[in-house]
Nanobody, 121 residues
Framework: QVQLVESGGGLVQPGGSLRLSCAAS????????MGWYRQAPGKQRELVAT???????NYGDSVKGRFTISRDNAENTVYLQMNSLKPEDTAVYYC???????????????WGQGTQVTVSS
């Protein structure tokens, strides 16, 4: 069994900061990419940021310069530091990973349950 446990969401005022964490556990041989996606009410899920094992990152255009993704490979954990938050950042944020359960199994795509981020005064 594999789990992604997200934490750190909540309510913050515009201009504020939040840090999300996502820890993977269970039967995991290796994690390749980890990332964050978000979905606002009535909108499609969109990319926030991804990071591979080597630390190469990719960001959605709307968060570049404000959000920073990082990871701890030893702890199978990914973080998202969100600064200068705007009301339009309000969404459910989902953690994602591309992983292998065993060396002999194909790569899989796994999602967390999501954590709510609300930016409002």
């Amino acid at each position: 069994q594999v789990q992604l446990v997200e934490s750190g969401g909540g309510l913050v005022q515009p201009g504020g900061s939040l840090r999300l964490s996502c820890a993977a556990s269970g039967s995991i041989f290796i994690i390749y990419d980890m990332g964050w996606y978000r979905q606002a009410p009535g909108k499609q899920r969109e990319l926030v940021a991804t990071i591979n094992r080597s630390g190469s990152t990719n960001y959605g255009d709307s968060v570049k310069g404000r959000f920073t993704i990082s990871r701890d490979n030893a702890e199978n954990t990914v973080y998202l530091q969100m600064n200068s938050l705007k009301p339009e950042d309000t969404a459910v944020y989902y953690c994602n990973m591309i992983y292998q359960r065993l060396l002999s199994t194909p790569r899989g795509n796994f999602w967390g349950q999501g954590t709510q981020v609300t930016v409002s005064s």
